[in-house]
């Protein structure tokens, strides 16, 4: 018909019910509708007063629902099947609560305005917009078949019932309002989907987006998952006692916290924004892809991770801490102001560069486990008590300090180079069987402890060495320039290979100076304190001046191009000596063996004391 149709009492019965009013009202006041197992339709528009429940095999509204009279109270469906549609031009549903102990299929874009909306489960392939103080999700939404789109205003979203909860839209979903789970695990799928309000429960969630994750505010749940193929945005602290997983690119909108208890962190995808991200788990956290990349962080943590994974480049502007950190590539961390900081392990059979604008320090060991391919630290450098070791070359092209004992190790023939200064009162041992080459001074400013190049390879000074305690030089010296070798604490001063290039050597200690093999330089210079040792034959073509007393380990010749001068004597034994000068010959103290000496002064006048053994002299 065309007027108005009231219900003022109850009806039961067991036979189809069909209401329609095509101009009127059909209008509800408060009561009770059963049809057992038989449908109920109303196709017009319902206005509702008090508090209505239709019970049935199915219900179907084909029209608006209007429960803004006073003392509505409600709609309450109970079927096997309910239907909404919304007529043309009309405003909705409207209720102050709303019950669907039914699965609804929307026949229209729909939309319900109620104190409280329960749901047991929705289809259809049409828009819902709920505006409500509580929306509690009892069923699938989409399920069957999926909504073009949700949209959700409440003071809470609820998934209490069940074990497991799925909403699917083929367009966006958008949630303003917190969201609590404790159902086990709920699935979102759809286009966009974002949350404005928190979402937290004992539950767990699964977000596969097309487009846009949005995860507004923080989030406390058993474990996340954000999927699809689409993008992520964080913008508030994730803790959850399981794992979390990004396995799109995420944005980071503010600054992120994320906690996972002991499980795993994985980010399969980029994460790049211009903010601070800080990792804490007690498992293992994961970047297959660049972090920063794009738009870099402002700054990463990972020391609460007990194992950091990075398959990629890592850039922020301000500083980044490590723990526990393994190469899953080779990779290149960049800071374009703060530094970086190693407080855990690095292993990986992977080259690993540094290029921090602040410092680049290591306070445990590297390569320990697995061995490093290479290191490349491209500003200053700080080393505590710490080994690290490549199968490569390692770089340091900025100051490096000393803090601790450090030993530095290639196990090929990688070149160790330092081109910056090595201050510190630590001590540094050097291992390869390539080059270490010293392009600048050690111990200039801050006396090293020691320094120890080893047996195999090469070592290359083109600057001064300054320690407190003890140099050896295990490997064959270069000069790349003049050198003066100090130890300030009476250190022995050791070089047990042989000592070459076109440049004067000094070195000053008051400990023991040992030459374990030949020399040939272009001077030489010890000074007054300590002593010298010779196991091989000695050559300059310049000068050389011994200020303190040698002793021979061996039967060779002492040449000079210029004057030859012991200050402090010589201690032959029972060793040959052989003394050639191409200057004047001096010797200030004994000359003491019982070998046979040969001596070649370039000078007349000189006077030598040799005592045993036969010597003579040649002009």
Do not use: C, K
């Not at 100051?399 to 290639?410: D, F, R």
Request: proline share 1%; aromatic share 4%; charged share 10%.
């Amino acid at each position: 018909g065309s007027g108005d149709i009231v219900f003022t009492d109850a009806i039961t019965g067991s036979h189809e019910l069909a209401v329609e009013s095509a101009t009127g009202t059909i209008e509800l006041q408060g009561v009770a509708i059963d049809t057992s197992s038989a449908a109920q339709s109303y196709q017009g528009a319902l206005r509702l007063a008090g508090s209505n429940t239709l019970r049935g095999g199915s219900v179907s509204l084909g029209g608006t629902v209007d429960a803004t009279v006073a003392g509505a109270d409600g709609l309450r469906i109970e079927a096997a099947a309910a239907r909404a549609r919304r007529g043309p031009g009309g405003a909705g549903v409207a209720l102050p609560s709303s019950e669907a102990q039914a699965p609804i299929t929307l026949q229209q874009d729909t939309s319900i305005a109620a104190v409280a909306v329960q749901l047991d489960s929705v289809d259809g392939a049409y828009a819902l917009d709920i505006t409500s103080t509580t929306v509690d999700f009892r069923g699938d939404i989409g399920g069957t078949t999926a909504l073009s789109r949700l949209s959700s205003t409440s003071g809470e979203h609820r998934f209490n019932t069940g074990t497991a909860r799925r909403i699917e839209t083929t367009g966006d979903q958008h949630y303003s309002g917190p969201m609590r789970i404790d159902t086990a695990n709920v699935t979102l799928v759809g286009d966009d989907i974002g949350f404005t309000g928190i979402v937290h429960g004992s539950g767990a969630l699964t977000v596969t987006a097309a487009g846009t994750a949005g995860l507004g505010s923080r989030v406390s749940l058993a474990a996340l998952t954000v999927d699809g193929a689409g993008s992520t945005t964080l913008g508030g602290n994730v803790n959850t006692g399981g794992a979390q997983r990004y396995g799109n690119a995420v944005t980071l909108t503010g600054n992120v916290a994320l906690d996972a208890g002991s499980a795993g962190i994985h980010f399969a995808d980029t994460v790049d924004g211009p903010h601070a991200l800080t990792v804490s788990t007690s498992g293992t956290t994961r970047f297959d892809a660049a972090v920063g990349g794009t738009a870099a962080l402002s700054s990463l943590g990972t020391t609460g991770s007990a194992t950091t994974v990075l398959g990629a480049d890592v850039r922020t502007t301000n500083s980044q801490i490590h723990g526990r950190l393994t190469l899953g590539a080779d990779l290149t961390l960049t800071t374009t102001v703060g530094q970086v900081q190693f407080f855990g392990t690095v292993d990986g059979a992977h080259a690993l560069a540094v290029d921090a604008a602040g410092t680049t320090s290591f306070a445990a060991a590297v390569g320990g486990t697995q061995a490093l391919a290479s290191l490349d630290v491209a500003r200053g450098a700080s080393l505590g008590n710490v080994s690290l070791t490549t199968t490569g070359a390692q770089r340091w092209r900025g100051a490096l300090t000393m803090g601790g004992t450090a030993t530095l190790t290639s196990t090929g023939t990688g070149t160790l180079r330092f081109d910056g200064a090595i201050d510190g009162p630590g001590a540094l041992t050097v291992n390869t069987a390539g080059a270490s080459e010293f392009n600048a001074a050690v111990g200039a400013t801050q006396a090293r402890a020691s320094l120890g190049p080893d047996a195999a390879g090469s070592t290359i000074l083109p600057a001064d060495v300054r320690t407190s305690g003890a140099q050896t030089f295990r490997d064959a010296v270069t000069l790349a320039a003049d050198t003066t070798l100090t130890s300030t604490g009476a250190g022995a001063v050791n070089l047990a290979a042989t000592v070459t290039g076109a440049h004067a050597l000094t070195v000053a200690t008051a400990g023991v100076t040992s030459f374990g093999a030949a020399l040939d330089v272009a001077s030489l210079t010890t000074d007054a304190n300590g002593g010298t040792t010779l196991a091989a034959g000695v050559r300059t073509s310049g000068a050389m001046s011994f200020g303190d007393r040698v002793t021979l380990g061996g039967s060779f010749a002492i040449e000079s191009g210029g004057a030859l001068g012991f200050a402090g004597g010589i201690s032959a034994g029972g060793h040959a000596l052989t003394l050639r000068a191409g200057g004047a010959l001096t010797v200030g103290n004994t000359v003491t063996g019982s070998g046979a000496g040969v001596i070649e002064p370039g000078a007349v006048g000189t006077s030598l004391g040799i005592a045993g053994g036969a010597a003579r002299l040649q002009q």
